[in-house]
């Protein structure tokens, strides 16, 4: 007889916390921010990534140009500008 009402007891507790909504609002807001938080660190890792490849790609594009206007062989501007572009669009 005992255990019968204990798992009354029991079965009443579990029913009025399944009808109780207080506190599900902050739920709501840590999943989203959890949410937000992953996506955040996803993005920043992608982007993170461009950018070391791109200031790669530039600090070459830089060595090229150092490369070649030192040695221009007394071409114009406009001619030693093309073959920059030329090299540096190929990386």
């Given at each position: 007889?005992?255990?019968?009402?204990?798992?009354?007891?029991?079965?009443?507790?579990?029913?009025?916390?399944?009808?109780?909504?207080?506190?599900?609002?902050?739920?709501d807001?840590v999943?989203?921010?959890?949410?937000?938080?992953?996506?955040?660190?996803?993005?920043?890792?992608?982007?993170n990534?461009?950018?070391?490849?791109?200031?790669?790609?530039?600090?070459?594009c830089m060595?090229?140009?150092?490369?070649?206007?030192?040695?221009?062989?007394?071409d114009d501007?406009a001619?030693?500008?093309?073959?920059?572009?030329?090299r540096?669009?190929?990386?």
């Amino acid at each position: 007889m005992k255990f019968d009402t204990q798992f009354t007891a029991l079965r009443r507790a579990v029913a009025r916390f399944s009808k109780d909504t207080s506190g599900s609002a902050v739920v709501d807001w840590v999943l989203l921010t959890a949410a937000i938080a992953g996506i955040s660190i996803a993005v920043g890792t992608t982007i993170n990534t461009g950018m070391e490849n791109a200031s790669t790609d530039i600090k070459r594009c830089m060595k090229i140009q150092g490369n070649l206007w030192t040695k221009d062989n007394g071409d114009d501007y406009a001619k030693r500008m093309k073959r920059i572009e030329n090299r540096c669009s190929k990386l």
